[in-house]
């Protein structure tokens, strides 16, 4: 109705593209009320079939309510959200494809309200682009973007507002959220700080109305909250706890004694129901025990079973107090699903706690001198995670519903506390849920740290959202650790020191590699000589590279490497390296690096010619890399006795320790083809004060899989091997740490001096994240007969052989 469908479509045809409207009125192509979900279903369920070409989605309803000036309702977040979730998941097979799209645009609501003095922040967009978020790591072929515009009179700039649309669209930059103003591209940063230490917003004596406060970290929070505060707390949650059975109730009714009973009582019904009623009946417990803790502690406490989605009930609460002081919000519900999987029902659980939570709230207190509200909201908003699309966009728009509140009543308090997953308490602990957390590379937060986090918080009413989140660089691919000034950014390029030289297409950085920092190098020592390790100097060369590449861009292949002369730190002596990198062919993605190192005498004074040690030719793209699934071959189990770890690792044989202990378990063994599984899991430091430095490569990864290649031999030939040279290596995808991978190694020739090997670094799935092409391993050494394990394992692949 603005004109900015319009405008799209335009910019699409004259691109020779096609352009299928949808909305409610003429003249759009497919006609359907966006609100009403039943029918948005039904027209997606048979559009795929229909229109197989379909290779993009642009969702601009939202604008329409946006530019009406109307406030969020039921009728918007069905059009504007939960239809572009519906529209998703049944495009999906059309959408998870190479060279494909979905978008938003959106005004003063995703960079734009965090800007000092925001505008009108329209949450609806941030639900959109907390989905998008999630999107872009679910379909890894697929660009995911919204873009928001913070312009004077934007409806007066319609057509300059697309022309910078599109180009975002097609630029190569990946960032799913960016943001425009006054011509100047924008885009979100974390910004570490530590909390003003201002007087408290929670007072003495209190009143809180606390929704889900009975169980998880908020019961956590509030025991802490009673104690020093002495608050009053009202808390909201659906559990019913005199629906409690009285046997359940007895202090020995443990899960056992509870799932042993009800199995007796609901004979005839499924495992899954039981498992149901068990769970419930141990919420229901874990709230009597929680709610008599807090009784104990000497304060008023309230509980109410009460639904926060049931408009009318909140009211009543809320109207059958005097006053109330402050609300937490914190009812969640988490039902991890990937969009293929998840239906629209699962997705309003865990939608509408959040969203129609925070709005009956806020709809309940109208009016009402409340000094503060604060609510729980999760590090996935921020990051995005799979599983989450509903999780992510509610908590997104949470954030915003409270910035939004934040500039109509400055004088109030509003905050939200962005959580990273808590151990001890709560949601993440579930057993399914912590292990893909920790897989994906999440830092957990120790319980009371978490708690005291909360506290501390509580004397800063200078800000409204604060993140309290590890490192977790593998969760953010839109790199808001990468603000300039975090220390992240520094420590981004850890092989990188001293700038030698530097102009736009050519680099040289100096770096003394010392024992006492590089500790890693003490976990690579063969007869007690340190040697930099394959994978430190393709990673060290890729630093180097990187500070030239275009802004965005990232390493996907290497070609060309070579080591002409290993790097040792003979009598642990700290020495120096240069490493270098310099555009080359005039292609502004394209390295040619080395490292180097030059002798000199005991002035200073260089001699000779530099050494080169190692070369490569570094290929950094802004283009997500094509997703690749690779067949993982039938195993073929090793039998051993004992530990395969301990019989491989061992000086003489691989004389990896601590950091590169990497290669957990040899999945299948056959004398040309090895599979092993990988992680890297390591907690010691790789450089001082530092366990998880921020690399561009993995670099414990990547010499596992250099490792196999030496396992293969030691495990056949009794041969040494070292790496010499590869071909060609491509990189598809992040690796996390703590992350199980597969590598398979195979061997393809086997030459007087050489054997060249073909390696594939593949998730569970089999989705390719390493390729290693023609690497080539030196025979430096055979093993002295005593070492030898051949006569230890075996395999039925080895019995056909011989
Ligand atoms: N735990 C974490 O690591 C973590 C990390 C990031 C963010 N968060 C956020 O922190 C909050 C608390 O998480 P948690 O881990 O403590 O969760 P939890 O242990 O699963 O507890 C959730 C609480 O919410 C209540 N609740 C759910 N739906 C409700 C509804 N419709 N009406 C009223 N109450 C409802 C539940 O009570 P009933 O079942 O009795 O209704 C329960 O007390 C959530 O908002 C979550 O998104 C947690």
Not at 566 to 576: A, D, F, V
Request: proline share 4%; charged share 25%.
């Amino acid at each position: 109705r603005f004109g900015f469908a319009d405008a799209v479509s335009r910019r699409i045809k004259s691109f020779s593209g096609h352009v299928l409207t949808m909305g409610s009125e003429a003249p759009a192509d497919i006609r359907v009320d966006l609100s009403d979900l039943k029918s948005v279903e039904k027209k997606m369920q048979v559009l795929g079939g229909r229109h197989p070409e379909i290779r993009g989605l642009i969702h601009l309803y939202p604008l329409n309510v946006y530019f009406d000036g109307a406030v969020t309702d039921t009728h918007e977040i069905n059009a504007s959200v939960k239809s572009f979730f519906l529209m998703v998941r049944h495009l999906l097979p059309l959408l998870d494809r190479p060279d494909t799209l979905i978008s938003a645009l959106a005004f003063e609501s995703v960079v734009f309200a965090y800007a000092n003095s925001p505008g009108n922040i329209h949450p609806v967009f941030a639900a959109l682009g907390g989905m998008l978020k999630t999107m872009n790591k679910e379909l890894k072929n697929t660009r995911a973007k919204i873009v928001d515009f913070s312009i004077a009179d934007p409806l007066k700039h319609v057509e300059s507002i697309v022309d910078q649309y599109m180009a975002e669209l097609m630029a190569s930059d990946l960032h799913v959220e960016t943001g425009y103003r006054d011509d100047k591209r924008y885009r979100l940063s974390l910004v570490e700080q530590a909390v003003e230490q201002g007087r408290s917003t929670v007072k003495k004596g209190d009143t809180i109305l606390v929704t889900g406060g009975a169980r998880g970290i908020t019961f956590e929070i509030l025991k802490a909250l009673a104690a020093e505060y002495q608050v009053r707390p009202i808390i909201l949650g659906r559990s019913d706890i005199n629906a409690l059975d009285a046997e359940f109730r007895k202090k020995d009714a443990d899960e056992q004694y509870i799932f042993k009973s009800l199995k007796a009582r609901m004979k005839g019904s499924r495992p899954v129901e039981i498992k149901r009623a068990v769970q419930k009946n141990l919420a229901l417990r874990e709230v009597m025990a929680n709610l008599a803790e807090l009784s104990a502690q000497g304060i008023d406490i309230q509980y109410h079973c009460i639904d926060v989605l049931d408009t009318e009930a909140v009211l009543r609460v809320v109207d059958s107090v005097s006053t109330i002081d402050g609300v937490l919000h914190a009812a969640g519900v988490e039902e991890s699903r990937f969009i293929g999987k998840k239906s629209l029902d699962s997705f309003n659980r865990v939608f509408d706690t959040k969203i129609t939570g925070v709005r009956n709230l806020l709809h309940a207190l109208d009016g009402k001198s409340y000094r503060f509200f604060f609510t729980f909201s999760s590090v996935t908003a921020k990051f995005g995670n799979e599983g989450q699309v509903d999780y992510t966009g509610a908590n997104d728009m949470l954030a915003k519903i409270l910035l939004r509140e934040k500039t109509l009543h400055p004088e109030k308090t509003y905050k939200v506390f962005d959580w990273t997953a808590w151990d001890g308490a709560g949601m993440a602990t579930k057993e399914t849920v912590k292990k893909v957390l920790q897989q994906r590379g999440l830092e957990f937060l120790p319980l009371a740290r978490g708690v005291r986090f909360f506290m501390d918080e509580l004397s800063d009413s200078g800000s409204t959202e604060a993140v309290f989140t590890g490192r977790d660089t593998a969760l953010d691919p839109d790199g808001l650790f990468q603000a300039p000034g975090l220390p992240a950014d520094e420590h981004r390029r850890p092989f990188i020191d001293r700038v030698v030289e530097k102009n736009e297409i050519q680099t040289q950085y100096s770096r003394i590699l010392d024992l006492k920092r590089d500790l890693f190098l003490l976990d690579h020592s063969r007869l007690d000589v340190p040697i930099f390790l394959g994978a430190t100097g393709i990673e060290a060369m890729a630093e180097a590279a990187s500070t030239l590449a275009p802004e965005g861009s990232r390493l996907v292949s290497m070609r060309e490497f070579s080591i002409p002369y290993g790097i040792k730190l003979l009598k642990g002596r700290p020495r120096e390296i240069l490493i270098s990198a310099g555009q080359q062919d005039g292609d502004p993605g394209l390295f040619a690096c080395s490292i180097s190192s030059q002798f000199k005498n005991r002035e200073g004074m260089a001699m000779g010619d530099p050494k080169r040690h190692y070369q490569g030719l570094f290929e950094f793209s802004g283009q997500k890399p094509e997703q690749i699934r690779v067949r993982i071959p039938e195993f073929t189990p090793v039998q051993y006795n004992g530990n395969i770890q301990d019989l491989l690792y061992h000086p003489a044989r691989l004389f990896m320790d601590g950091l590169f202990r990497t290669v957990e378990d040899i999945l299948s063994f056959e004398p040309q083809v090895l599979i092993s599984r990988v992680r890297n899991s390591s907690e010691k430091q790789f450089f001082a004060g530092d366990a998880a430095p921020d690399f561009i490569t993995d670099v414990a990864i990547v010499d596992a899989m250099f490792q196999t290649g030496g396992m293969l031999e030691v495990m056949t030939t009794h041969e040494i091997v070292l790496p010499a040279r590869i071909r060609q290596m491509s990189f598809y995808g992040q690796l996390q740490k703590n992350r199980e991978y597969i590598c398979i190694t195979r061997k393809t020739d086997n030459g007087q001096k050489a054997n060249i090997y073909q390696l594939d670094l593949v998730d569970p799935d089999g989705m390719l994240l390493i390729r290693i092409e023609d690497f080539e391993m030196v025979k430096v050494d055979r093993l002295a007969p005593e070492n030898r394990i051949t006569g230890k394992i075996s395999s039925p692949a080895l019995k056909k052989a011989s």
